[in-house]
C-alpha cells in the first residue's frame, strides 16, 4: 500500500532553516507528481509546493517563491522540502502529498502523509 512517511520537522527560530524529507513506498515514486501541503494551527490546508514526476518542473505559491525549495530523489523514493528565512506564520504540520498523475497540481491529491510538526519561535 501506499506509504509516505515525512521527517525533519522540529522548532527553530525565526530566520532558520530546516530540510523535511519525505519516504515514498508502495508506488512507483518516479511516475508521480509530488506536493507539500501545511495545516497550521486553526486553519485550513495550504498548498506549499509541488514537483513533476520528473522533478524538472516545480511550483509555489507566490508568497512563499524564494524560500522554499522542494526537490526529490527518484533513486531514493523520496521528497525533499529545503525551507529557510523561517517566520512564525510558517508554523505548521507539514504533509507529503501524492497527486494523482504525473504532474503536481494544487488540489489534486490521493494519498497523504501523516505530516512533520514545524515551529517557529524565538
Known amino acids: 500500500q501506499v506509504q509516505l512517511v515525512e521527517s525533519g520537522g522540529g522548532s527553530v527560530q525565526p530566520g532558520g532553516s530546516l530540510r523535511l524529507s519525505c519516504a515514498a513506498s508502495?508506488?512507483?515514486?518516479?511516475?508521480?507528481?509530488m506536493n507539500w501541503v501545511r495545516q497550521a494551527p486553526g486553519k485550513g490546508f495550504e498548498w506549499v509546493s509541488g514537483?513533476?514526476?520528473?522533478?524538472?518542473?516545480?511550483s509555489y505559491p507566490g508568497s512563499l517563491k524564494g524560500r522554499f525549495t522542494i526537490s526529490r530523489d527518484n533513486a531514493k523514493n523520496t521528497l525533499y522540502l529545503q525551507m529557510n528565512s523561517l517566520k512564525p506564520e510558517d508554523t505548521a504540520v507539514y504533509h507529503c502529498?501524492?497527486?494523482?498523475?504525473?504532474?503536481?497540481?494544487?488540489?489534486?491529491?490521493?494519498?497523504w502523509g501523516q505530516g512533520t510538526q514545524v515551529t517557529v519561535s524565538s
Open positions: 508502495g508506488f512507483t515514486f518516479s511516475s508521480y507528481g
Open positions: 502529498v501524492k497527486s494523482s498523475g504525473s504532474y503536481a497540481r494544487k488540489d489534486d491529491y490521493d494519498y
Open positions: 514537483i513533476n514526476s520528473s522533478g524538472g518542473g516545480t
